[in-house]
């Protein structure tokens, strides 16, 4: 047996069929950041108040809430999962929060027990999907109504008000400038979120489950528990938008929060997160939160009625997703 | 020329160009906030709203609103109002407490801030306009069951539950005047809780108990449209007239068959009006938010604040055959 030399051919393989910066100019983040761009500056020159920090400051409360949960939605679908309830969780948060205002008690308790309630939501959910085997979708609706019929019992037609007036620095107080703490906020969940979905083992483990859990499990993943775990920080992220929306509005109401599930998702898949699972990320989401919130605004300065607004920001959705299949099918024939 | 001298004359020009249009909007601005659009009722107001703006002159109403009827869909149109430095907001609310904190950064910001038809708690506005009052509502009910009855006879009342706040309130401030009517006779009251079916009943309750009954005054929309029904199904169109607080959509079939020869209710187009009046005057500075102060509203006269700094616009609009065809339509 000879040593089996390699020799050279003259032709090589390249490591990569596609330069990474051809790629990072032709992926979902770019088109995005393009839209937004756009969007920045068409908003600019349609009204005269678009280019003012303060207004733009304000801009930020359209979807930093939102976004907060949206980081945790994308995980949880790039898993293959959805949580619905998340709206709901945020009603059933700000009554627990209402409840111990009115016993007496302080902004940590407060702020505690959000967290706390938050998290119990998220363990309910993740123990029904990720114990039980129940379809997320089946048990995040049932669970959509629970949490909110819990806090239509406790509040009926009533309302928690009189929070301490230390609470309301969470949702309409500002770190510096026009920067408010819950663009603060929204900014440190999408660095952490973003680390941990795509420099984590975690993260990778997120990703092998969205594309094949059957693999990942044979691979070694604990598939139920990373599942139980995103459910648990999309109630802590909901806990955490809780309080901030809660501060925000400064009283608690059981409607609070209606159809943010549905504003979440379509952050998230406008965000390029696959709603089939395995793929997406983070930055993605982060711009998809800009371009929500600067559409939503520049409209609403311009006075378009919301009916109109929301035409198109489903027009937006299904441009900004159907466009690039469009190309390549376009560039296939 | 150099791209930078280029780059620098196309800012120059869009500056330019930004500041001409905000010149533009001298006028005063004031926006009609409501609960939720493609409402009838406020589309209504809306409808008054912009006579008000035409009657005044120089004034550029803004009705907006959300889709549906949240405090955060609120909250983004009126964070989107104080972006646009509109001079006055008149809002109808989805929350009475929620829209609190923006509305206090609104006046921070020099805007007049007021309420009408669903208020908001005292430190988020100015003034609260309420379309009438309940001494008001109560004179107006059994002025209504007297007016159509020139000899007089007895009237029974059929209300919601025995626990409604606003009913018992109007029922009681209806006592308090039936003095002024001594024609008729009150004779009874019956409870229908809101229910059509249990309304229905007791209003058939009410004509074997009081064969001689003459008026139903139902100060409820459930009650009232029962009440009609009642009436038409036992033959009684002509002997029993059916009166209260209904709503034109769901009354005008009865107006037209007679069973109710006339009711009452907040006319809306009036409402958006007087918002926008006081929203102008108050803007403007010729009057003042204060206890006790009174606001020109056009062609409806004056309101008073009281205390909370609340005022009533006028007595419940009533209708009729000669005007149910031209509301019905609306709410």
Not at chain 1, 71 to 99: H, K, N, P, R, W
Request: net charge negative.
């Amino acid at each position: 047996m000879t040593d089996a030399t390699v020799t050279p051919t003259g032709r090589q393989i390249p490591d990569r069929l596609v330069s990474p910066l051809a790629r990072a100019l032709k992926s979902w983040e770019m088109l995005l950041l393009i839209v937004a761009a756009a969007i920045f500056i068409a908003n600019s020159l349609a009204s005269p108040y678009f280019l003012d920090p303060w207004n733009l400051s304000d801009a930020t409360f359209n979807f930093t809430e939102k976004a907060m949960i949206a980081f945790a939605m994308a995980m949880l679908i790039v898993a293959g999962e959805i949580d619905l309830s998340v709206g709901s969780a945020i009603a059933l948060c700000s009554t627990v929060m209402g409840l111990a205002m009115a016993a007496g008690a302080g902004t940590p308790v407060l702020v505690l027990l959000g967290l706390g309630t938050g998290l119990a939501c998220g363990a309910f959910n993740g123990l029904l999907v990720a114990r039980f085997g129940l379809p997320s979708i089946v048990v995040t609706i049932g669970t959509m109504s629970l949490f909110r019929g819990i806090s239509y019992i406790v509040l009926g037609d009533s309302a928690f008000t009189g929070y301490p007036a230390s609470f309301a620095w969470f949702g309409q107080g500002y770190v510096f400038w026009v920067i408010t703490v819950e663009l603060v906020i929204f900014a440190i969940a999408a660095v952490i979120f973003g680390i941990v979905l795509h420099r984590t083992n975690f993260g990778r483990m997120v990703y092998a489950i969205g594309n094949n859990a059957t693999a990942a499990r044979f691979s070694g993943i604990r598939v139920e528990r990373v599942k139980f775990i995103l459910f648990l920080l999309t109630g802590l992220m909901s806990g955490i938008a809780a309080i901030c929306l809660t501060s925000r509005l400064g009283s608690t109401r059981p409607s609070i929060a209606t159809g943010f599930e549905l504003e979440v998702v379509t952050i998230v898949v406008l965000g390029g997160i696959s709603i089939l699972g395995g793929s997406g990320s983070i930055p993605g989401v982060v711009i998809a939160a800009l371009v929500m919130g600067l559409v939503t605004f520049g409209l609403g300065l311009l006075n378009v009625p919301g009916i109109v607004m929301s035409i198109i920001v489903g027009g937006l959705l299904i441009g900004v997703i159907a466009l690039p299949r469009l190309w390549t099918m376009i560039r296939r024939r | 020329m150099s791209i930078l001298t280029k780059a620098l004359t196309t800012a120059a020009m869009a500056t330019a160009l930004i500041a001409g249009s905000a010149q533009a909007q001298d006028d005063m601005r004031i926006a009609l906030v409501v609960k939720a659009l493609g409402i009838g009722f406020f589309e209504a107001a809306n409808k008054g709203a912009q006579e008000a703006a035409a009657e005044l002159g120089g004034v550029e109403v803004i009705y907006t609103g959300p889709t549906d009827t949240t405090a955060e869909g609120q909250i983004e149109v009126i964070n989107s109002l104080i972006a646009q430095r509109v001079d006055a907001i008149a809002v109808s609310a989805n929350d009475t407490d929620a829209l609190v904190p923006t509305l206090k950064k609104a006046m921070d910001r020099g805007i007049t801030v007021i309420s009408w038809d669903s208020g908001v708690a005292p430190e988020g506005r100015l003034m609260q306009l309420n379309p009438s009052s309940s001494p008001l509502i109560g004179n107006m009910i059994i002025k209504l069951a007297a007016d159509n009855l020139p000899e007089g006879g007895e009237v029974a009342v059929l209300s919601a539950t025995t626990t409604s706040t606003n009913q018992n309130t109007w029922i009681e401030e209806m006592n308090k005047v039936a003095g002024n009517y001594p024609n008729v006779k009150v004779v009874g009251t019956v409870y229908g809780d809101d229910l059509a079916d249990k309304s229905y009943r007791e209003a058939q309750g009410l004509m074997q108990t009081y064969p001689d009954l003459k008026a139903i005054i139902a100060p409820t929309s459930v009650g009232i449209v029962a009440a009609a029904q009642a009436v038409t199904d036992a033959g009684k169109v002509g002997q029993v007239n059916v009166t209260g607080l209904g709503l034109p959509s769901e009354m005008a079939g009865h107006v037209k068959s007679g069973a109710s020869k006339s009711f009452a209710i907040w006319n809306p187009i009036d409402l958006g009006y007087s918002a926008t009046m006081i929203a102008y005057h108050l803007a403007k500075g010729d009057a003042k938010a204060e206890p006790g102060a009174t606001i020109s509203i056009g062609r409806m006269g004056e309101v008073t604040l009281d205390d909370n700094t609340e005022a009533a616009m006028a007595d419940p609009f009533v209708y009729d055959a000669s005007n149910i065809d031209a509301f019905s339509s609306i709410f």
